[in-house]
């Protein structure tokens, strides 16, 4: 099992579409117009098959206090941020803190993704290092953890987000 979680509105969905898209046999590489989305409420189960199936359990933004609730059998982890929203990270970066420190979750790997990099106001991935310390946060983490700058909308990105699942679940635990 993979979780995909994130504050309210930075994608966590239409990512989920997109991967789903790429890993299809049909798929030539052109992920064409981005599928229309609604907020996620409760959560949506997904598989992406990729080598073999990866389930992915989306949490809506809104229940981030009841995360927990669904730590168990998470094999790995994909947390992610708007890149575009400065006033959002502080608050991500609380919930990303609060991920990392979690018992259940210290054997999971974590993909960190900031998307929305196809805005013109988005920061880059060395902006928002500095601005949320990562580098110390990761020093400091019991997870392996991986950071990509992606836009869902785009695709870009995403082909590096399917090789990291299919290389984190090549094997089972």
Same mark, same amino acid.
């Given at each position: ?19 789903? %898209? ?25 598989? =992406? ?8 359990? !989306? ?10 609730? &669904? &730590? ?10 708007? +890149? ?18 979690? @018992?259940?979750?210290? !054997?999971?790997?974590?993909? =960190? ?8 106001? &988005?920061?880059?991935? @060395? !902006? =928002? %290092? ?10 400091? +983490?019991?997870?392996? =953890?991986?950071?990509? @700058?992606?836009?869902?909308? %785009?695709?870009?990105?995403?082909? %590096? ?6 290389? @984190? ?5």
């Amino acid at each position: 099992m993979c979780l995909l979680l994130g504050a309210a509105g930075v994608g966590k969905t239409l990512l989920v579409k997109r991967l789903q %898209k790429l890993s299809s046999r049909d798929c030539k590489g052109d992920l064409g117009e981005p599928p229309p989305t609604l907020p996620t409420v409760g959560t949506n189960l997904t598989d =992406i098959v990729a080598q073999r199936k990866i389930t992915i359990r !989306e949490l809506g933004g809104c229940m981030g206090p009841i995360w927990s609730s &669904y &730590y168990g059998n998470c094999h790995s982890l994909l947390f992610m941020m708007d +890149a575009s929203n400065p006033t959002q990270l502080s608050a991500s970066c609380v919930q990303l803190l609060g991920l990392l420190s979690s @018992e259940q979750l210290a !054997e999971a790997s974590v993909l =960190i993704l900031f998307n929305k990099i196809d805005l013109p106001c &988005y920061m880059t991935i @060395e !902006e =928002i %290092k500095s601005l949320i310390r990562l580098p110390d946060i990761i020093a400091c +983490a019991k997870q392996n =953890i991986t950071t990509l @700058e992606i836009s869902a909308r %785009k695709g870009t990105g995403l082909a %590096k987000v399917l090789h990291w699942l299919q290389d @984190e679940h090549r094997s089972s635990r």
